[in-house]
């Protein structure tokens, strides 16, 4: 999939906001813009978004996943569906189709937000690998989306907590994916030396 990828190429990102409300048309919803905003400020890539918004059904969930990555998003983020209330079903559905579970992405999106809420510890987003993708579950909220991918910063604008994002880039090179380049002003991915690329 990669080898024919040229660094102008846009990078196919899948985007999913999953709610029964918004999807209905009850209220509008935010996840689809939030995600699109941030990637667009993180990344230099041009990126074709693949956008969804599906109700809280975990056969839907699955399928929206599964047709995303067939589609050659090497990156699929989902927005809702991680709590613990009977409707929640993103983290099942996400794992029903892993080929490999990533844990390390949801024990830090749950540190960072413990900075802020206890509630926290009742999120359960998980992070999966399938084929050449690389699929995570973010909060519903716009401003903790943000605050989960990109981290939190000291009052001098150093880093004081890594968001997820930081390993997001490296992730998708070692499962054959495009290669991300992020602004650092947003977010700085980090890379070994020897897989640093030149900047374009």
């Keep these: 999939m990669t080898e024919l990828q040229t660094p102008a190429d846009p ?18 919803d935010q996840g689809l813009p939030a995600l699109q905003d941030w990637l667009t400020r993180a990344l230099h890539n041009p990126i074709r978004f693949e956008p969804r918004l599906i109700p809280d059904e975990a056969d839907t969930i699955s399928a929206t996943l599964i047709e995303l990555v067939n589609a050659g998003c ?6 809702g569906g991680t709590g613990p209330a009977p409707r929640d079903v993103t983290p099942e559905a996400t794992l029903a189709v892993a080929d490999k579970v990533m844990p390390g992405f949801g024990e830090q999106m749950r540190q960072i937000s413990l900075t802020f ?9 998980v992070a999966v690998i399938r084929g050449q993708s690389l699929i995570i579950n ?22 004081r907590v890594n968001g997820i994002f930081a390993a997001v880039p490296y992730c998708i090179d070692l499962i054959g994916g495009p290669y991300l380049e992020t602004r650092d002003a947003v977010c700085k991915a980090f ?7 030149p900047a374009r």
Excluded: F, M
Excluded at 140 to 146: E, F, R, S
Excluded at 191 to 197: D, E, G, I
């Design 11 to 28: 990078v196919r990102i899948g985007i999913v906001s999953i709610s029964d409300r918004a999807s209905t048309g009850v209220y509008q």
């Design 74 to 79: 090497s990156l699929v983020l989902t927005t």
């Design 138 to 159: 973010l909060p519903g909220q716009p401003k903790a989306i943000a605050e989960t991918l990109e981290g939190l910063k000291n009052p001098d604008g150093s880093q």
């Design 191 to 197: 890379r070994p030396k020897s897989a640093v690329r």
């Design 117 to 125: 809420v206890p509630t926290a510890i009742l999120s359960r987003q």
